[in-house]
Each structure stands twice: as C-alpha cells, then as structure tokens.
Nanobody, 121 residues
Framework: VQLQASGGGLVQAGGSLRLSCAAS????????MGWFRQAPGKEREFVAS???????????TYADSVKGRFTISRDNAKNTMSLQMNNLKPEDTAVYYC????????????WGQGTLVTVSS
C-alpha cells in the first residue's frame, strides 16, 4: 500500500486549503480512509475518516474541533481522498497524514508521508 498526501501550505486564518491523498497498490474500495494530524510538541490526533462503503451510505466521522469546517471525500474511480479545510485557525497548524485501514481491520496500518499545513494569525 502506498499513500501520498499533498496540498499543504501556508494560509492565513480564515482561509481554505484542500489536501489530497493518492492511494496505490491496494483495493481502494475496501479501505476506510482517514486524516490525522500532529502539531509541534503534541501527539498525533484523529481529524476525519470516510468509510470504505461511503458509496452505499457508509459514514464520515469528524473530530469535534473540525466539525462544520472540514469535509472529507473520496473518489473511488481515481483512488484518491480529499480533505477540504475551510475557516482555518492557527490551532489547525500541523503535519497532516492520510491513512488507510482494510475494511476488516480496526487499526490504521497504512500511512502517507504527511503534508505541512501552517495557519498564520
């Protein structure tokens, strides 16, 4: 499994960014995908996830801190996942990682390299 995150950058507070995750060497439609982030000096935390069966009603999940501001989506035809981030805050500054777990697994076992998001006040 290979996951490659992209789209990070520097943005002012209140601005928007869209992160993308390209997946390869996996059956994408059987993977639940997620975004995690790690801020300097802090532990990695969950941001959002989208179920492997989102096409048939499977759900999305968000951390409370990003609900209403971030939207996760996936394109199974292109093996990609995205995170649209709006109304960004300085506390959103972190390295963002995309991750995947097989539909039968409870743990994320595939990780991308991370992309840095910096939100200036």
């Amino acid at each position: 499994v290979q996951l490659q995150a992209s789209g990070g950058g520097l943005v002012q507070a209140g601005g928007s960014l869209r992160l993308s995750c390209a997946a390869s060497k996996l059956t994408f439609t059987t993977y639940t995908m997620g975004w995690f982030r790690q801020a300097p000096g802090k532990e990695r935390e969950f941001v959002a996830s989208i179920s492997w069966n989102a096409w048939s009603g499977g759900g999305t999940t968000y951390a409370d801190s990003v609900k209403g501001r971030f939207t996760i989506s996936r394109d199974n035809a292109k093996n990609t996942m995205s995170l649209q981030m709006n109304n960004l805050k300085p506390e959103d500054t972190a390295v963002y990682y995309c991750a995947g777990r097989n539909r039968w697994s409870s743990e994320y076992d595939s990780w991308g390299q991370g992309t840095l998001v910096t939100v200036s006040s």
